[in-house]
């Protein structure tokens, strides 16, 4: 069983930054992927960026040049940090991850954060 805790979010101007945190905790054997979707009303979930292999990444065009997503292996821990925020960028924002889990062979499995809010101002 994994859980996945969520924080970081709030209000903002635009143009103001927030960082996002994700923890990972229960029998994870290995991280696959770790990343950030984000839902806005009448939109589809939609990924903004993730971690693949420990070390590739990959972006949303939206995000690109003003989001940075990292990754703490030691601590099953992924950040989002976000710069010269927009008000498009309003948003619910998902915590996910792909995990090995420990005693369940080389299956993967996905799990989700119950969502943290993103709201920038005009």
């Known amino acids: 069983q994994v859980q996945l805790v969520e924080s970081g979010g709030g209000l903002v101007q635009a143009g103001g930054s927030l960082r996002l945190s994700c923890a990972a905790s229960?029998?994870?054997?290995?991280?696959?992927?770790m990343g950030w979707y984000r839902q806005a009303p009448g939109r589809q979930r939609e990924l903004v960026a993730q971690?693949?292999?420990?070390?590739?990444?990959n972006y949303a065009d939206s995000v690109k040049g003003r989001f940075t997503i990292s990754e703490d292996n030691a601590k099953n821990t992924v950040l989002l940090e976000m710069n010269n925020l927009k008000p498009e960028d309003t948003a619910v924002y998902y915590c996910y991850c792909n995990v090995l889990v420990t005693g369940q062979g080389n299956r993967l499995y996905d799990y989700w954060g119950q969502g943290t809010q993103v709201t920038v101002s005009s």
């Open positions: 971690i693949l292999n420990r070390y590739s990444t």
């Open positions: 229960g029998s994870i054997f290995r991280i696959n992927v």
